[in-house]
């Protein structure tokens, strides 16, 4: 028996993954989206709470871990196995600086509760990394997924539950439904204005493999790379390679600058990535809050906040449509406790 009808608006993983969850649930839903890409066509798909961590960023991390545990128990049940690409990260740094800063990160990973395996032997663990790594960290439950086929898999598992698809709209009172759910990454304060979110560019690059060349990592490599950050994440026929971070409004025209730095980085990291095709490169525009934490709760009697995921989207999916569901249902999560921006998330 039915629960009451849902309009869930963006049809990114988050919203995917709300309307899915609602679904299963019993609720009769709509998705509005879209036929344009957004920030979850260009993401890296990494599911890494550990590596992606930094002091001062608990609650983040709280999140992360609470949401990592739910992929590995039953998020992906209906989903094809192949969505998952890398079952594992492997954190490195360059310098001697870069190998401080992860110190740094192992010692607060540790006073959470959550250490990590250090290593001083990098290579190893990956012997494609560049000579003179040596140092870094394995987290050993983080996963990645094929962002993409991430997408399309939700798009399909909700096609199967009945889940029904609608244009977008402009208005929440364009949709009749009982309850709506803003989804739509950037444009979230369009629906409600004052949703402190805003666009955050992210470059990120896709290199293919070819006949002859050294083969795809079989696990998700990290650097600090003299002080910048870089990650390559597995995929089936490549790696993807990102991601710069910095504002410049709604502009996704990759510049010079950023796809030189990841190209730079990532093969100081992985000398073998410069004989890989250049495939593709992207921007995308992450849907970031004032303090990094996602806008997840109630706006009012009917309108429900999923947005403000930042470069976490894929992540935190998994606990956002447990989190919007108990709202749903009038039972909160009793770990969402985190207050981003100007909503409160019990």
Request: glycine share 12%; hydrophobic share 45%.
């Amino acid at each position: 028996m039915a629960k009451g009808s849902l309009a869930v608006i963006g049809g990114g993983v988050i919203g995917l993954s709300v309307a899915r969850r609602a679904a299963l649930d019993g609720w009769v839903v709509h998705v509005h989206r879209s036929d344009e890409t957004g920030s979850s066509w260009v993401a890296g798909g990494m599911l890494a709470p550990h590596s992606e961590g930094w002091p001062g960023e608990e609650r983040l991390l709280r999140l992360g871990l609470a949401s990592l545990r739910l992929w590995h128990s039953g998020f992906l049940d209906g989903l094809p196995d192949s969505v998952v690409t890398a079952r594992e990260s492997l954190v490195v740094a360059v310098d001697r600086a870069d190998a401080a800063d992860l110190k740094t990160v192992g010692e607060w990973l540790a006073a959470q509760g959550h250490p990590v395996e250090p290593t001083t032997a990098a290579r190893e663990i990956e012997p494609l990394l560049a000579q003179g790594i040596r140092h870094g960290f394995r987290a050993e439950t983080e996963l990645a997924v094929d962002n993409r086929a991430m997408v399309d898999a939700l798009a399909g598992h909700c096609e199967r539950l009945g889940v029904r698809w609608a244009p977008p709209v402009a208005e929440l009172t364009d949709t009749e439904a009982d309850a709506v759910v803003i989804a739509n990454g950037i444009d979230a304060p369009s629906l409600w204005p004052g949703l402190p979110i805003r666009p955050v560019k992210g470059e990120v690059l896709r290199l293919r493999w070819r006949r002859g060349c050294m083969p795809v990592p079989q696990r998700v490599i990290r650097a600090r790379v003299h002080g910048r950050q870089v990650y390559l994440v597995p995929r089936h026929d490549g790696v993807v390679v990102g991601a710069t971070q910095y504002e410049h409004g709604r502009d996704t025209a990759p510049a010079v600058t950023g796809v030189r730095e990841l190209l730079d980085d990532a093969c100081a990291v992985m000398p073998a990535l410069g004989e890989y095709e250049f495939a593709e490169c992207a921007a995308g525009l992450r849907p970031m809050t004032p303090d990094g934490l996602p806008l997840v709760g109630r706006l009012d009697e009917r309108t429900l906040i999923a947005g403000g995921h930042g470069r976490n989207g894929f992540l935190l999916a998994p606990w956002t449509a447990e989190a919007i569901l108990g709202e749903l249902n009038g039972v909160p999560l009793p770990e969402a406790d985190v207050v981003g921006g100007a909503v409160r998330v019990r």
